[in-house]
């Protein structure tokens, strides 16, 4: 446990840096922040304004990818959501999350979400939000890329570092 709270570090600006992945998330998702779900225009168009804003000073915030999401799961951190249910997030994060975040992925008028209860991404209608609890969670990279092997999948429960 000690390993993976060094891995994390507040910023103390409401962002957490990733030194594993060298990624900066959003300490909270937009359901924290706003207290209600979003669909995946909404949570581009937060992301836009969050740049327009230059939040936490910095204007490259994003939608991250599935693997980006898959690679914040850890199965050891039993984390919770809204609902009290268990997400397996760091503990930095604070509990109150969604458990499906938007991903940048898109096919048509489907786009992924990343499940951190089952970690599973999964294809959604872009305009899904009330039932199925979305959220977006702006990533940005904090420095050179981190070519990692291990968590390669980014739709299934196959693999763990």
């Known amino acids: 446990m000690e390993e993976e709270s060094e891995r994390f570090k507040d910023n103390g600006d409401e962002t957490l840096t990733d030194s594993k992945y060298n990624l900066m998330w959003f300490k909270q998702d937009t359901y924290q922040l706003k207290a209600k779900w979003c669909t995946h225009k909404q949570a581009k168009k937060f992301v836009q304004r969050m740049n327009e804003e230059k939040f936490a000073g910095h204007e490259d915030w994003r939608v991250p990818s599935s693997q980006e999401c898959r690679n914040l799961y850890d199965h050891d951190c039993k984390n919770m959501d809204f609902n009290d249910d268990i997400v397996h997030i760091d503990y930095m994060f604070p509990e109150g999350c969604g458990t499906n975040v938007w991903c940048v992925e898109e096919q048509g ?51 763990r570092e």
């Open 109 to 159: 008028n489907n786009a992924m979400i990343y499940n951190f209860y089952s970690d599973r991404g999964y294809y959604v209608r872009k305009t899904s939000s009330e039932d199925s609890f979305m959220v977006c969670r702006p990533v940005r990279t904090s420095g050179p890329k981190v070519k990692k092997s291990g968590r390669l999948s980014a739709t299934g429960r196959s693999r």
